[in-house]
């Protein structure tokens, strides 16, 4: 693996942004961030947090550390707040930024402008196996925790990636998702790097943004998430010069993936996978009638409904059977040609009064009633009592009584959510992601009078990603 990424150094002309620094000026950087982070005695055991989101010194950091600098944690976001949890979850000294910022107590500022360049060749010491990486994530499938990462699990992926997905030294990426979230980290800076290709360094957010982009910087590739593939619903959207798309964090509407098609001709590929595990499957608009092929480097099996895999991505944090098979929490049943099919995930089934409900298959019938655009299901607990009541924040139109009567008409009434909460749009993190705990709180506010309607929540642009 490092002889690998080495021989990619190596190359003095290529450009990694269409205007921005030569590999080799960002090999040059990353020998500069070493030599300011590692101290005199050459110990540098302590994790540093990394608070950038510029792809080329983004870049620069994760190779010091291959080359013997701290592993790095990289936090899902740079607010204090954000900051101030991963410091309690996992202390650090040091934060090492390009950008200004407000460090938690007990920590100090290491700005990037001060990390001199070298001029001696990089040595990468870090053995492929060992962490150099720790991500931590926003927590929308759960709390917030940090995941350790290999070269092999991430660089691994990358060369993977390059190779099978057709990513190569032609190539132009345009990304509408930060690099500090694995699947802008993999698909915005490692993959460009690893295929020799070029990447806008801005990310595009706004739909008049990534269109502009597309046409003026002829970008080939667009990593999106579904967010923004539903605001590039435009006719403005035309070929351009793409012939790649990928989608991942979240499941693809097929209504938006069919305007793309139409528009561009580009099938877009959804990502299958997280943060943990790495990539897992992949699948193309059309095709297949939407199962998942698994990655062609790992093994999978499926053990009561569970999806089990063996892989070199999966991060060593998670625990392993006996043959080295990580069993996650998503329910699949076996599809034609080796491929599999994703049913939700174990962890909302749900008992209430008694009987199973599966809150996906809720979500799924509440999302295709007439004028519903998506919807949200959870649990809550009652008050006074232990048992828990369903609740639902669905982004719809329709008056509150016309959606009440068409869920009474749906299911048994042990299955039907009891809290029901309207919205325009259903909030995501920045990644593209729910964002749950500000769900938690819409779905925990008391009802407004019915004169009064509810407050506009609208998502933010979305700056890997659970299936």
Known sequence: MNQRIL????????????????IAEIGELAAGIRNALVPPDGSADDPVCLCIEDKPHLLSALLASLAGAPPFILPHAFHPQVLRELHEAKPFRLIL????????????????????????????????????????TGGSTGKPRTWAKTSANLFGEAFYIARTLGVGNGDCL????????????????????????????????????????LQQEEATVLV???????????????????????SSAAPLDPGDAAFFWEKTGVAITEIYGSTETGGMATRRYGENQGSWAPYTCLDWKILSERLC??????SPDLPRDAEGFFVTADRVSPAAENRFRFLGRADHIVK????????????????RISGVTDAFITTLPQNRARRSEIAALVATDLPARDLRAA????????????????????????N??????????????PRRPKKVKESAITPSPAHWPDP
Do not use: M
Not at 355 to 361: A, W
């Open 432 to 445: 593209g992601k729910i964002d749950r705990e500000r769900i938690e709180q819409l779905l925990a506010a």
């Open 309 to 314: 895999v063996r892989s070199d991505f999966v």
């Open 97 to 136: 930024t390009d950008r200004d910022i407000e460090p938690p107590k007990g920590s100090a500022v290491i700005r990037l402008e001060d990390c001199r360049p070298g001029n001696r060749p990089l040595k990468l010491v870090r053995p492929p196996d060992q962490p150099f990486l720790s991500l931590f």
């Open 224 to 246: 999106g998430v579904p967010i923004h593939y539903r605001a590039l619903r435009s006719d403005d959207l035309k070929h351009f010069s793409l012939r790649l798309a990928f």
């Open 7 to 22: 021989s990619l150094l190596a190359d003095e002309k290529h450009r990694f942004t269409p205007s921005g620094p030569t």
């Open 174 to 213: 345009l990304s509408t998702v930060p690099p500090q979230h694995i699947y802008g980290l993999l698909y915005s800076v490692l993959l460009p790097f690893v295929a020799s290709a070029q990447v806008l360094r801005r990310t595009c957010t706004f739909p008049r943004e990534i269109i502009v982009a």
């Open 352 to 367: 209430v009064a008694g009987k199973r409900v599966d809150l996906e298959e809720i979500r799924d019938k509440i999302r």
């Open 407 to 430: 869920i009474r008409s749906l299911d048994a009434s042990y299955g039907r959510p009891r809290r029901i909460r309207i919205v325009p749009a259903i909030p995501v993190l920045p």
